[in-house]
């Protein structure tokens, strides 16, 4: 089975640019959770989605977004790049049901870098 | 807020028993403690999740005392492929109706021959 899948897998965009970031969750999952890596760093959480509404937000500012869709498919999109959104942008899924009570499986990320 | 606290950094020799402790205070009465393990570049793989006292799969065993304030990953005879950061992660409900998900600072497990 495949798991979870996330394109592209690298990408330069310049400052004041958007990025749209996409990712496939395993199939079955209908929870999706975006987190930003910054090199030497541990992931922080950006948001969650399940059954297509937000659940979940981190402490990110507004510039970035999110939205999953009706094959639980999902975006992380970023407005006005700035240089501090260089990272690994990972996506995650899990099972239905409380995020607690289920493991999240993480794709191998998207690398930003904003020159 | 809860914090969770993981030592930065851990040396180990190859056949030697490996033990990572994570600190979670405000744990909730709901929430799981999930390990992962990340080699550079790459996202993090599951390798154990528990809830009270102890679970051991193939590759791990997780402790976790009854007051649930911290939890032991221990990995057994450990091998230079096990060199990696690891990752505790607690799920925190109950934070207006939406879910906070928390990872640890990372350990980075290094094993020498």
């Known amino acids: 089975d495949a798991g979870v899948t996330q394109s592209p897998t690298h990408l330069i965009k310049t400052r004041g640019q958007h990025v749209t970031l996409r990712c496939s969750p395993i199939s079955g999952h209908k929870s999706v959770s975006w987190y930003q890596q910054v090199l030497g760093q541990g992931p922080q959480f950006i948001f969650q989605y399940y059954e297509k509404e937000e659940r979940g937000r981190g402490n990110f500012p507004d510039r970035f977004s999110a939205r999953q869709f009706p094959n639980y498919s999902s975006e992380l999109n970023v407005n006005a790049l700035l240089l501090g959104d260089s990272a690994l942008y990972l996506c995650?899924?899990?099972?239905?049901?409380?995020?607690?009570?289920?493991?999240?499986?993480f794709g191998e990320g998207s690398w930003l870098t904003v020159v | 807020l809860a914090k969770t606290t993981q030592p930065i950094s851990m040396d180990s020799y190859e056949g030697q028993e490996v033990n990572i402790t994570c600190s979670h205070n405000n744990i909730a009465t709901n929430d799981y403690i999930t390990w992962y393990q990340q080699f550079p570049s790459q996202g993090p793989r599951f390798i154990i999740q528990?809830?009270?006292t102890k679970v051991t799969n193939e590759v791990a065993s997780l402790f976790i005392p009854a007051d649930r304030k911290s939890s032991t990953l221990s990995l057994p005879r450990v091998s230079l492929s096990d060199t990696a950061v690891y990752y505790c992660?607690?799920?925190?409900?109950?934070?207006?109706?939406?879910?906070?998900?928390?990872f640890g600072s990372g350990t980075r497990l290094s094993i020498r021959p």
């Open positions: 995650a899924s899990s099972q239905p049901g409380l995020l607690g009570r289920n493991t999240i499986y």
């Open positions: 992660l607690v799920v925190l409900t109950g934070y207006s109706s939406a879910s906070k998900i928390i």
């Open positions: 528990g809830y009270k």
